[in-house]
């Protein structure tokens, strides 16, 4: 390994100083496709960035973005649809660590990600690149990676920032969110990561919010990102978001990748002598891209190796964790000295498995891993049948048949036998750059589920898919149900770990499975059209949205078992009352409860917990995770986990005083497996001052009666019309039905002669302030 050609002592500041002012607009995009732009005359490196984020794909040769072209091998570790479903932070961090490790000793400065976007519908075509459909379990993963990555002196790109949840149109389209759903949803894990994590750059996203590019938004850009979070990273645009240069530039974009081969650096320039654009702007930008390139210098200079085999064994134990077991009545795990008689292993995909997505994270592996070989490799000559055609293993033996064919010959292999079944979806089902049309498996794959089933004794289900699919039509068909996401180099021996009981299911969904696409409120307003997509369900994504609307689901947001069981115990709650003086970090609420290992093997429990406002003013979701922890138990044992809220984290954003507000009253407390196996549960009351709008004269009765002083003020003026509103009220149906109305009306409408419209100024005048 050389070291490049690096400058550990640059000096930024006077380097700056010194740039011309076409220098520096050169500097504020790429060189090329991956590479920042050199200044050999001041002796400015340029530093590559490359993609990212399941493994690093460092183009030797042509370039492009699309993952078109090869690679140098580097480790494929299972895509952050596995990473999110492991629920462990731990486990994110070392791999992390793996990812910066490659990441340096291939001389990359920035590995491109994570990717962080919330799965707002199961159908978007980039949801294996992401880890959930909830903000906080998504952040709370998210930040170890980045803290990894970074360990190892190269820098992360935290993307898409903000609010690419589609890839229909992704370029183009304007996502129309409110104000509260942004901050809620949308935004939370982006804040959570660059306030814990400082990844060294965030990536604006393609498309526009409320009709603005990502790539030029101020408020997104500079008020959120920089001024209420304090980022003093780089923004680096998604290659080729850039719209217009210049205004990217002062929206606080700081470099556009890839080269716009100079256009827009001329632009910059004009805009400068101008006098449309202050050269201090520039001046900003210049300074934190030579920042980022200072900082990669340490560890360009010294470049490390790695060890490719050790890699695959992490790759293979993550794939283990990020499993999830949806189903299991006993049959796995299989026995391992009866397996190779008794099972048969039917689909291409144990074969030649599907195992990252498609597109710009595409990774070269350094070695592949599949089912059927790591069985062989353990001397279980186990028969297989491929079962359908898979285009990706064109040219494997019996690719050639039909599928009919095929399906005939696993059904008669299935007789009797326990068929271990690997379904999922073919690579072109889902991909970076479109979205699918429906979330089920391919119709090859559920005929040939269906037939085995019927004449096999038992039948596994083993799923490789980057999204959730749909169950329902065929999950009583299955004894058991593996869910293995795209589950890198080393998923298929993983798989067979799991099968065998080398290793335990230990994931969680980090997605819901619901029993139709149509159940989820987002649909109704997906993929949008004429470039623009309406968020119009707001908060209510995922178990969200389906909660709120009692739809069924196959398998619940959090849901995962493994071979043991668990019992949740001992719930106790402690709460403090919020005052004026109460910081957003204080703690108020700390619940924990105890986890026992009912069943006899060892095991990982995931107890989860979740926060509900039943009585609250704004909409809310029945229950929203705001806790989780991975405990290891052996059989009997048992682990008391706590969980804590801070003022903040029982917050909802108040959109009419654009802040986190905290409600007093009801909040209900949950613990246990699943969002929809919560044993135990606490309702307590939450004190905190009431924040009540100043009382005006378009505030309604109602609104001046919850205030304990000026409501009775303004019954006594109201003379014997206000009788109607006290707890002897003559017509209480009345009165509930005027309440609603402004207290304005009351003089204007003739309602009573006892209050004009002076006494009404009169009583704003001493009470309005609320
Ligand atoms: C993708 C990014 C990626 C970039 C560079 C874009 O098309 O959206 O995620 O990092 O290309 O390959």
Known sequence: MTALNTRPDLDVRALVAELTLEEKAALCSGADFWNTEAVERLGIPSV???????????????????????SVPATCFPSAAGLGSTWDPELLRRVGEALGTETRANDVAVLLGPGINMKRSPLCGRNFEYFSE???????????????????????????????????????????????????????????????????????AYNKINGTYASQHPWLLTEVLREEWGFDGLVVSDWGAVDDRVAGLAA??????????????????????????????????????????????????????????????LAREVATRTAVLLKNDGVLPLDPSAVADTA?????????????????????????????????????????????ILAEAAGAPGQDRTDDELRREAVQLAAGKTAVLFLGLPAVDESEGYDRTHMDLPASHRPLLREVSEVAARTVVLLSNGSAVTVAEWDDRADAILELW??????????????????????????????RLAHVPAQLNFPGENGIVRYGEGIFIGYRGLDAAAAPVSYPFGHGLTYTAFEYTDLTV???????????????????????NTGGRDGVAVPQFYIGRPASAVARAPRELRGFERV???????????????????????????????????????????????????????????????????????????????????????????????????????????????????????????????????????????
């Not at 202050?278 to 030579?290: K, N």
């Not at 074969?351 to 001397?379: F, I, M, N």
């Not at 402690?574 to 026992?596: F, G, K, L, M, R």
Request: glycine residues 8%; aromatic residues 4%; hydrophobic residues 40%.
């Open 134 to 204: 909830d903000p906080y379990l998504t952040g709370e993963l998210a930040a170890p990676l980045v803290d990894g990555i970074q360990s190892q002196g190269v820098g992360t790109s935290l993307k898409h920032f903000a609010a690419n949840n589609q890839e229909t149109d992704r370029m183009r389209v304007s996502a129309e969110i409110d104000e509260r759903t942004l901050r809620e949803i949308y935004l939370p894990a982006f804040e959570k990561v660059v306030t814990r994590s400082q990844p060294w750059s965030v990536m604006c």
């Open 574 to 596: 402690e709460v403090a009352a919020i005052t004026a003086a109460t910081q957003a970090d204080d703690v108020i609420v700390t619940v924990s409860a105890t986890v026992t």
């Open 48 to 70: 590559m960035v490359t993609d990212g984020p399941h493994g690093l794909r460092k183009q030797a040769g042509t370039a492009d973005h699309l993952g078109l072209n090869d």
């Open 344 to 388: 048969v292993v039917i689909g291409e995909m144990a074969r030649t498995p599907r195992y990252q997505g498609a597109g710009s994270s595409q990774v070269k592996p350094t070695r592949l891993d599949s089912a059927l070989e790591a069985l062989r490799e353990r001397g279980l000559d186990v028969p297989f049948a491929p079962g359908y």
């Open 632 to 770: 290891e138990l052996a059989p009997g044992e048992s682990r008391q986990v706590r969980f804590t809220l801070s003022r903040r984290e029982l917050s909802h954003w108040d959109t009419a005083t654009h802040g986190w507000l905290v409600e007093p009253g009801a909040l209900v407390l949950s613990v246990g497996a699943s969002s929809r196996d919560l044993p135990l549960t606490a309702t307590v009351t939450l004190e905190a001052p009431a924040q009540r709008p100043p009382l005006t004269k378009n505030s309604t009765i109602g609104e001046w009666i919850e205030d304990p002083e000026a409501g009775p003020a303004l019954v006594a003026a109201m003379g014997e019309f206000g009788a109607f509103f006290g707890p002897d009220s003559p017509d209480p149906a009345m009165a509930a039905f005027l309440t609603s109305m402004p207290v304005v009306k009351v003089p204007l409408m003739g309602m009573s002669d006892a209050i004009t419209l002076e006494d009404l100024d009169r009583l704003v005048a001493r009470y309005g302030k609320a």
């Open 252 to 313: 606080g974009l700081d470099l556009e990748m890839p080269s716009s081969d100079g256009v827009n650096d001329a632009r910059i320039v004009e805009a400068v002598r101008a006098g449309t654009l202050d050269e201090a702007v520039l001046d900003r930008a210049v300074t934190r891209i030579l920042t980022l390139v200072a900082k990669a210098q340490p560890a360009l200079a010294e470049p490390v190796s790695f060890d490719p085999e050790a890699h695959h064994a």
């Open 486 to 515: 795209l589950g890198g180099q080393a998923g298929g021996s993983a798989a067979v770990d799991l099968l065998l009981g080398d290793a335990a299911p230990s994931g969680r969904l980090a997605e819901s499975v619901p029993e």
